[in-house]
Nanobody
Framework: QVHLVESGGGLVQPGGSLRLSCVASGFRFSDYGMSWVRQAPGKGLEWLADIDRSGGVNYEEPAKDRFFISRDNAKSILYLQMTNLKEEDTAVYYC?????RGQGTQVFVSS
């Protein structure tokens, strides 16, 4: 059974940084591409970035040059390093494997 647990969210001031983590279990992590998505209040899911099995990455516009996705296959952990955070980055952040998501971690950007 696929199990994804996100953590690392919190309250941060504009311009700040956070690193999100997603611990995966129930499947061979190294065999799958993974993604980060988010959902802002009152909005739909927004794809941010994905990373394939070999570490190749792709970013959607909101994440380009500010967010960085990475993975540790030995530990089955997916990361999202977020820098220069803006108030519009306030959202619940989820890691995803083929549409399966964890419970999410809340990021709140405010001064």
């Amino acid at each position: 059974q696929v199990h994804l647990v996100e953590s690392g969210g919190g309250l941060v001031q504009p311009g700040g940084s956070l690193r999100l983590s997603c611990v995966a279990s129930g499947f061979r992590f190294s065999d799958y591409g993974m993604s980060w998505v988010r959902q802002a209040p009152g909005k739909g899911l927004e794809w941010l970035a994905d990373i394939d099995r070999s570490g190749g990455v792709n970013y959607e516009e909101p994440a380009k040059d500010r967010f960085f996705i990475s993975r540790d296959n030995a530990k089955s952990i997916l990361y999202l390093q977020m820098t220069n955070l803006k108030e519009e980055d306030t959202a619940v952040y989820y890691c995803s494997r083929g549409g399966i998501r964890g419970q999410g971690t809340q990021v709140f950007v405010s001064s």
